[in-house]
Nanobody, 120 residues
Framework: QVQLVESGGGLVQPGGSLRLSCAAS????????MGWYRQAPGKERELVAL???????KYAASVKDRFTISRDNAKNTVYLQMNSLKPEDTAVYYC??????????????WGQGTQITVSS
């Protein structure tokens, strides 16, 4: 019933910028946190950034000072502003809803992913 849909992926040159969006929909009572993860071919999925209720955030060292995560809690939407993109940022990016409460259930949910390719 809960769906997370990412948008904003595409091809960009090194040094460019891109903004990702992820909207959660369904019978959602509350969301503790939302985050972005990425996975390149042959590599494990890794954390990019997290946003928690109350405004606290966490970033991977590789993206700190280049990426910014933000949330619109009223719309259950999370954003990822990506600046100074590098080829190493190329991956499929997934959004995640953390401790999403629907009725009496409390689960994590993943989006379908969106491809980011950084290349000249």
């Amino acid at each position: 019933q809960v769906q997370l849909v990412e948008s904003g992926g595409g091809l960009v040159q090194p040094g460019g910028s891109l903004r990702l969006s992820c909207a959660a929909s369904g019978s959602i009572f509350s969301i503790f946190g939302m985050g972005w993860y990425r996975q390149a071919p042959g590599k494990e999925r890794e954390l990019v950034a997290l946003s928690f209720t109350g405004g606290s955030t966490k970033y991977a060292a590789s993206v700190k000072d280049r990426f910014t995560i933000s949330r619109d809690n009223a719309k259950n939407t999370v954003y990822l502003q990506m600046n100074s993109l590098k080829p190493e940022d190329t991956a499929v990016y997934y959004c995640k809803g953390i401790n999403v409460r629907t009725g009496t259930r409390l689960h994590d949910y993943w989006g379908q992913g969106t491809q980011i390719t950084v290349s000249s």
